[in-house]
């Protein structure tokens, strides 16, 4: 009964390549986001998604999408993979109207070789 | 400088000692604080959550703001070597389009038996 699950825990692949990142939570909120974690533990907002609106983080690379097929489904596409976003990513769900308090997912270590 | 600032550690304290952990931050705009506890290759867990001034507790911890000095604190009673983790302070304004938290690099903890 994990409340916020992400797939694949560990992911492997070449530069150059397209991957996804699947995420889902079970605890009714409406909101989802990806945070990205650096090698230094440095949590950084990417993505935040509820079913009204898209906020980027400007500092994204539009190589990074997500996609939101229902409410508790935010998956992360990233095209044309580069050594750089080697990183830990995390999914993670808030209720909106409340303090904004969020639950993480496990976290998607993604290496680019 | 970043809006969060957080001494990265590491924290090497006995067991049994109290430990304080602290963030400073620079937008005066922040009004939800939040702590977080993550374990070596796991995701952030949500400890504490504060909303303005004052002080919350919960069993062993204590979580304090200071919004005129611009700093919050953690404190943990009684610590166990189970209380080795990285603790990472997070916050939001109170009219932030997506609700994004913005974190502090974390500080480790290390509790020694």
């Known amino acids: 009964d994990t409340a916020v699950s992400q797939t694949p825990k560990y992911l492997v692949t070449q530069m150059g390549n397209d991957k996804s990142i699947k995420c889902e939570q079970n605890?009714?909120?409406?909101?989802m986001y990806w945070y990205k974690q650096d090698s230094k533990k440095f949590l950084k907002i990417m993505f935040s998604y509820n079913n009204k609106e898209l906020i980027i983080n400007e500092t994204v690379p539009n190589r990074f999408s997500p996609k939101s097929p229902d409410k508790a489904h935010l998956n992360l596409h990233i095209n044309s993979l580069e050594l750089g976003d080697s990183a830990v990513y995390f999914c993670?769900?808030?209720?909106?109207?409340?303090?904004?308090?969020?639950?993480f997912g496990q976290g998607t270590r993604l290496t680019v070789v | 400088q970043k809006e969060v600032e957080q001494d990265p550690g590491p924290l090497s304290v006995p067991e049994g000692a109290i430990v304080s952990l602290n963030c400073t931050y620079s937008n005066s705009a922040f009004q939800y604080f939040m702590w977080y506890r993550q374990y070596s290759r796991k995701g952030p867990e949500l400890l504490m959550y504060?909303?303005?001034?004052g002080n919350k507790e919960d069993g062993r911890f204590t979580a304090q703001v200071d919004k005129s000095s611009k700093y919050i604190s953690l404190f943990i009673r009684d610590s166990q070597p189970s209380d080795s983790a990285t603790y990472l302070c997070?916050?939001?304004?109170?009219?932030?389009?997506?609700?994004?938290?913005?974190f502090g690099g974390g500080t480790r903890l290390m509790v020694k038996p």
């Open positions: 993670a769900s808030s209720q909106e109207g409340k303090g904004g308090e969020a639950f």
């Open positions: 605890l009714g909120h409406d909101t």
């Open positions: 504060t909303y303005s001034s």
């Open positions: 997070a916050m939001r304004t109170n009219n932030n389009a997506g609700n994004m938290l913005t």
